[in-house]
């Protein structure tokens, strides 16, 4: 479902943004308009498709990336999103999911990790607590303790469904997973969320060791 601004009038926080997903170019502007033009121009230029939805398909990516109350976004996903976590919360949820790994230590393939982080960063549920300043200890600590790593370890933050820092459970097998994880909230997480389709689908966790 295509997201569209609640009310157009009010100018979103952070302004017009979009980055387009074959150049990766960043735009910015004061009105939609003015920025749907802007990446209109740029793909035409470099002799990419021009959809005929580029408006809404604009107004949808900055609604995924604004306080979904401001949005049409439907209230399951809204009360995930505006969660607002603290650092104790996470930090438990982290400890919850470092024990059960620890019982066997193992992590699935650096290949799967990057595809897994690689689907939390474009999820709207990567998102900072409320008291995220803080969780840089706590994601460094996850990094020395598994001794694992992706490029994309920066731009990791909260799964705020799951309340884990994401740098952890992108490493950790189906099993690990299943050992912490409630299936009653299974479903709460996007149906695009890698851990959703493991467990719905049983898809290979490429687990290496
Ligand atoms: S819901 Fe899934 S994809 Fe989204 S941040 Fe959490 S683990 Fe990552």
Not at 69 to 97: C, H, K, N, W, Y
Request: with cysteine.
């Amino acid at each position: 479902m295509m997201l569209k601004f609640k009310d157009p009038r009010i100018t979103p926080p952070g302004g017009y943004i979009y980055q387009d997903p074959d150049t990766e170019q960043k735009f910015g502007a004061c009105y939609l308009k003015d920025l749907v033009e802007k990446v209109r121009v740029h793909r035409a230029s470099n002799e990419l498709e021009v959809p005929p939805n580029l408006p809404a398909i604009i107004e949808d990516y900055i609604c995924k990336r604004i306080p979904p109350s401001m949005t049409t976004e439907p209230a399951r996903e809204q009360d995930f999103r505006e969660r607002r976590l603290t650092l104790e919360t996470v930090r438990r949820g982290t400890q919850i999911a470092m024990k059960a790994w620890k019982r066997t230590g193992k992590t699935v393939s650096k290949k799967e990790a990057k595809r897994r982080a690689q689907v939390c960063l474009k999820c709207i549920f990567n998102t900072d607590s409320t008291a995220c300043a803080s969780c840089h200890g706590l994601k460094t600590g996850v990094r020395d303790t598994m001794g694992v790593k992706t490029d994309d370890d920066k731009a990791l933050k909260v799964c705020m469904v799951s309340a884990i820092m994401n740098v952890s459970h992108i490493h950790m097998t189906e099993k690990t997973l299943k050992a912490f994880t409630a299936p009653s909230i299974i479903d709460k997480h996007p149906e695009s969320c890698w851990k959703r389709i493991l467990f719905e689908e049983g898809v290979s966790d490429g687990t290496t060791n």
